[in-house]
């Protein structure tokens, strides 16, 4: 696989403010990409994607960056609401199948 | 949107024993299934491709004879543990996307394996 079960590097933030969750993701060949919210004891939930055509991608509240020379995605949170406290994973998926690869995950947490 | 759901969700059993876990796609029909592993604080791994009428595919490094995949149907695969042991014990969760709906995945609930 092309993901690594390392810990998970924490983030924290004030409410109100921005968040910023960065991921670097493996393979050169991946050409989508998708932001996953996972709360405690729950399947992964969609956020937003982002195929490599692009280099930005905006939805509600949120913001995907992709770099494809150096191979990094960000996930752009705007006014972090305490809602929004969950980890966060980064997948990256290529053209030769459905499969989805995980990076290592940010766990967030809003200071109220 | 596109629902998928897991049971159960939480199992306990003993070392030696197995285990099946399902995943149902509830509003569309699946020909391809993920299964992942999740040990605490840790990433989602992708363990096999689960293949409706044929053979699943397994990650480098999955024992496909421990973790034995069944695409019985469009709407089911399911997930069998054999011989557990307490190492096993992980949060196993599946995901599957509608058909000509692009390459987003959806996601079950999970099921949290606990092996005594």
């Known amino acids: 696989g092309e993901s690594v079960g390392l810990h998970l590097p924490t983030l924290s933030v004030q409410e109100g403010d921005n968040s910023i969750i960065n991921c670097a993701y493996s393979?050169?060949?991946?050409?989508?990409f998708i932001w996953y919210k996972q709360e405690s004891g729950k399947g992964p939930q969609f956020i937003i994607d982002?195929?490599?055509?692009?280099d930005k991608r905006q939805g509600q509240r949120v913001t995907v960056l992709l770099n494809k020379t150096v191979k990094h995605l960000s996930l752009q949170i705007a006014a972090t609401q305490p809602g929004d406290s969950a980890v966060y994973f980064c997948a990256e998926n290529s053209n030769t199948g459905n499969q989805f690869y995980f990076g290592t995950g940010t766990s967030l947490t809003v200071i109220p | 949107g596109a629902v998928v759901s897991q049971h159960p969700s939480r199992v306990i059993c003993k070392s030696g024993t197995s285990v099946k876990i399902e995943c149902r796609s509830l509003?569309?029909?699946?020909?391809?299934m993920f299964w992942y592993r999740q040990f605490p604080k840790q990433s989602l791994m992708l363990m096999a491709t689960?293949?409706?009428?044929?053979?699943?595919?397994?990650e480098q490094g999955v024992e496909k004879d421990k973790f034995l995949i069944n695409h019985a149907s469009l709407t089911l695969s399911t997930l069998t543990v054999t011989s557990a042991h307490p190492e096993d014990s992980s949060f196993y969760i599946c995901s599957a996307g509608p058909p000509g709906q692009g390459r987003e995945q959806y996601f079950g609930p999970g099921t949290r394996l606990t092996v005594t």
């Open positions: 689960s293949n409706e009428g044929s053979k699943a595919t397994y």
């Open positions: 393979n050169s060949a991946s050409d989508y």
């Open positions: 982002i195929r490599s055509n692009m």
């Open positions: 509003d569309f029909q699946a020909t391809t």
